[in-house]
């Protein structure tokens, strides 16, 4: 099973962006724990970032016929781009919709999410942990 991991805006900055909200950790400790877990559990996974909202539709779009499942955490795009949206629902890849806070406790335009109209599931407010469990819920889903 191959699953492509998606963050977007300003995940490149952790560790450094209001760490009392986002933690001490850095990209590149989450990137490194995310391919342990997918290890552990038998999944290969490819982490991938960017600012650009059409970079991150081109991730998706080459995504088709090369995984089996899609984790994205679009950052601050979760709650403006349609166009995320339109290319989720254009290639049919199950996907999991990650946010390291809990969203929906925060500001008001935080709680409007265009991915979670497509994601089948949605994990919010765990941190780096809430990684492993779109992970593991992808596993389970596609094998069935």
Do not use: W
Request: proline share 2%.
């Amino acid at each position: 099973m191959k699953i492509l991991v998606i963050n977007g805006v300003n995940l490149n900055m952790l560790g450094v962006r209001e760490p009392d909200l986002y933690g001490k950790k850095d990209y590149k400790t989450l990137v490194k724990e995310i391919k342990a877990h997918a290890k552990a559990t038998g999944v290969k996974v490819k982490c991938v970032q960017s600012n650009c909202e059409g970079c991150i539709v081109g991730y998706i779009q080459r995504a088709l016929g090369r995984y089996d499942g899609i984790v994205i955490n679009p950052g601050a795009y979760t709650h403006t781009s349609v166009a995320i949206l339109d290319a989720l629902k254009a290639v049919q890849i199950p996907t999991v919709e990650v946010h390291l806070t809990d969203v929906d406790q925060r500001e008001d335009y935080r709680k409007i999410s265009y991915v979670s109209e497509y994601a089948f599931l949605r994990v919010t407010g765990k941190g780096f942990q809430g990684y492993f469990e779109a992970l593991d819920a992808l596993k389970k889903k596609v094998s069935k």
